[in-house]
């Protein structure tokens, strides 16, 4: 009696099976690979337009304060090593005392103590964006004081956290920079550089700049 | 039936179902990621542009204001529709009010919408926005302006360049530049940085304004005032010249004025015959005619008379606009009817007692070319006292005395004198250097006062330069002001809030 393992079928079949499993096993491999990749591609490239969302906004939203600003009172260039680039500015508290009058049907102003409040000097804040690299974390600091009723209020954001490199690891790069036009005063060069780590190429920065031409004039 | 079969096309299933799964989750991510890309972009460059559009009602807003004045740019076009990438796109002027307080100015709210598709985006820009009398400045420059020694513009006079440079012995009512000034700050040159000064009746005061750049008022002197945005001067363009076309009516034939003598407006109440010296054949009884325009260069003042200098002179009585539509030539003296240089006398108004009368003896010339000074001037008599200035052995003509004043606007130009040395005899050569004098009163808004040659080459004898008060107490009609923006700030909103925008105008 021919042993199991002598029979000529089974043995084939061993074999054949082998390589056939063998062969699925590494496409499979393969081809969770080329998956797996092409995911993480996607988030990562989801992430990197995320974050260049986030800076394209926050550079939009620094332009509209500068042009909303009746001063900028500092503009520091300053070499990101000192962790001092700051843009500071005043703000009218729109927010809170409304845009401007609203007038009845006979012309009349209708809101005159917002109106008076809103150009109040007592209520006009302080914007500051400086950058920031606490050593555990580096972003952009937004910090806005406002009076409200008898005491100022603070609000502080962090901005692009964690997505603004180093600056230690890149000496001679500016983070954010914002430069007064050395012939006008009144226009303001804002420039993010965004080092996102999650990019593909890690020292690719990529370069957003803003060009705010204050439109407040005269005295 | 064959288990085997079955297996495989269970497997295959299994296949089928896994590929289209991961196939929907693909999609759905790319999908996903594509969308929100697009979308934020989308936002941001349509919000962007939604913004300049409100801003474009804004300067609408103002130019009808600083043009027109408040009444007349309330009732003009409000609204401006464009059919845009797809879509549409309009600004819309909701508000223009004068408020009082807590400052006075003008309120202006526009409102700016863009759709395209279902997508809407919608701002609004609140400005509060002051204008003045651009006849206030002696001096605009968008440029390097330069008050050379002498210059005495007086306290009630602005000066406002890019940069500016002051000689000693200059003064003026209040200097304003956006880059530098020289010299520097801290110099003690300026008045207000070596006090006290003298008062100006005291014996030792001539001496010391001959040391100092005077800025302000005794005792309260002042530095230059580093804005912190350029002004918005006026501007000379094709709106502007259409607008003054209209404004000039039938006046528009006449563009050589060099042989008269006096000009008066157009039109003007109680016009029968003309008066002496005055040559134009279309005058009417219009009192808001004050505007002489031409498509062609505008020529006036004409050559010097040695002997009688004075009657030389082209005389602009009332309040007359010159505008071209290309350069504005002078070939000799221009002067106001109750000018200095005849001793100041009472001179009548044209219209006087009627709307729109003029209220000063003022030439205004408006261009957006330049202003040229041309080489016309002399009289090459020789003079009457026999001197041979440059010792060739002929008799040299006598000094010459050129007599400017006015309101000269060329924005987009300067002034630009013109050599004599291109002419014979060889006499003019010496012209520049010794006798060719200038005398300047008024104001001008240039673009730059860089000019080859310049004044200081032409007219080397001497050059005096003054403000004309009657200017900003006595502004002539239809000249732009000048705005100031005090603040503004941008709303956003949502589109169905914006008020003036309720019907899409394709």
Avoid at chain 1, 62 to 67: D, F, V
Avoid at chain 1, 121 to 136: A, C, E, L, R, S
Avoid at chain 2, 48 to 64: C, K, P, Q, S, V
Avoid at chain 2, 144 to 159: A, H, N, P, V, Y
């Amino acid at each position: 009696m021919h042993s199991l393992l002598n029979k000529p079928h089974l043995r084939g079949i061993t074999l054949t099976e082998l390589a056939v499993v063998i062969a699925i096993l590494s496409i499979a491999v393969f081809l969770t690979k080329i998956g797996v990749d092409f995911f993480n591609n996607l988030l990562r490239q989801q992430s990197l337009i995320q974050a260049q969302r986030d800076t394209q906004r926050i550079i939009y939203d620094i332009g509209r304060e500068i042009r909303n600003s009746p001063k900028v009172l500092q503009v520091a260039e300053q070499n990101s090593n000192e962790s001092g680039t700051i843009l500071q500015l005043n703000s009218l508290d729109a927010g809170r005392w409304g845009f401007g009058p609203t007038f009845n049907k006979s012309g009349q102003v209708t809101n005159q103590q917002n109106v008076n409040n809103l150009f109040d000097p007592v209520n006009i804040g302080t914007v500051t964006y400086q950058y920031i690299n606490d050593g555990t974390a580096s972003y952009l600091k937004r910090t806005a004081v406002f009076r409200a009723g008898l005491s100022a209020v603070t609000n502080e954001k962090k901005l692009l956290l964690n997505i603004i490199d180093d600056p230690l690891q890149l000496p001679t790069t500016y983070q954010m920079f914002c430069t007064p036009d050395p012939y006008y005063k009144s226009r303001v060069l804002v420039e993010i550089h965004l080092n996102p780590p999650m990019s593909r190429n890690p020292r690719a920065i990529r370069s957003y700049k803003f060009e705010a031409m204050r439109r407040r004039s005269g005295l | 039936m064959n288990p085997k079969r079955n297996n495989n096309r269970g497997i295959t299933i299994f296949y089928a179902v896994f590929t289209a799964l991961a196939t929907v989750v693909l999609g759905l991510a790319i999908t996903q990621m594509l969308g929100f890309t697009s979308r934020q972009a989308n936002y941001l460059s349509n919000m962007d542009r939604t913004f300049r559009l409100a801003e474009t009602g804004m300067n609408n807003a103002i130019g009808a204001l600083t043009r027109v004045g408040f009444s007349a740019a309330m009732a003009q076009n409000q609204k401006q529709s464009f059919p845009a990438d797809g879509g549409w796109e309009e600004w819309y002027r909701n508000t223009i009010k004068e408020i009082t307080k807590p400052f006075r100015c003008y309120y202006i709210k526009t409102e700016a919408r863009r759709e395209r598709g279902a997508q809407c985006y919608s701002s609004v820009l609140h400005s509060y926005v002051e204008t003045s009398n651009v006849g206030e400045y002696a001096a605009a420059v968008n440029d390097d302006c330069w008050l050379l020694q002498g210059t005495q513009f007086g306290d009630e006079s602005k000066i406002y360049g890019l940069s500016l440079r002051f000689d000693n012995n200059t003064s003026v009512g209040r200097a304003q530049y956006i880059g530098s000034v020289n010299p520097p700050l801290n110099s003690k040159k300026y008045a207000a940085n070596d006090l006290p000064a003298p008062d100006p009746s005291s014996s030792g005061f001539y001496s010391y304004k001959a040391q100092h750049i005077l800025i302000g008022k005794h005792p309260d002197y002042e530095l230059p005032q580093q804005l912190p945005a350029p002004l918005l001067l006026p501007q000379v363009t094709q709106a502007d010249l259409d607008f003054y076309k209209l404004l000039a009516g039938p006046h528009t034939t006449v563009s050589d004025f060099t042989n008269y003598s006096a000009v008066y407006p157009p039109g003007y109440f109680g016009f029968t015959t003309n008066n002496a010296g005055d040559l134009y054949a279309a005058h009417t009884t219009q009192n808001r005619h004050h505007v002489y325009y031409s498509a062609n260069t505008i020529k006036i003042g004409h050559q010097n008379d040695i002997a009688n200098p004075e009657a030389a002179m082209t005389k602009i009585y009332g309040q007359v606009l010159f505008v071209s539509e290309k350069n504005i030539e002078l070939h000799g003296s221009v002067v106001s009817a109750d000018s200095a240089v005849f001793g100041s006398p009472s001179v009548s108004l044209p219209g006087t007692g009627r709307p729109d009368a003029s209220t000063a003896h003022q030439g205004v010339f408006i261009t957006p070319g330049d202003i040229v000074i041309t080489d016309t001037f002399v009289d090459m008599t020789p003079n009457s006292y026999g001197f041979d200035f440059d010792g060739d052995g002929t008799v040299d003509p006598d000094s010459h005395y050129q007599v400017i004043e006015g309101f000269y606007i060329a924005p987009n130009g300067t002034i630009q004198p013109t050599s004599y040395e291109t002419r014979a005899p060889t006499q003019y050569h010496l012209i520049h250097s010794q006798l060719l004098y200038f005398y300047f009163k008024g104001s001008w808004i240039l673009n730059t006062t860089l000019a080859t040659p310049d004044m200081k080459t032409v007219f080397g004898g001497y050059r005096s330069y003054q403000y004309m008060p009657s200017l900003k107490d006595k502004p002539p009609p239809y000249i732009p002001s000048l705005a100031t923006i005090l603040y503004t700030l941008e709303e956003v909103k949502d589109c169905g809030e914006v008020i003036g925008s309720a019907s899409p105008s394709p």
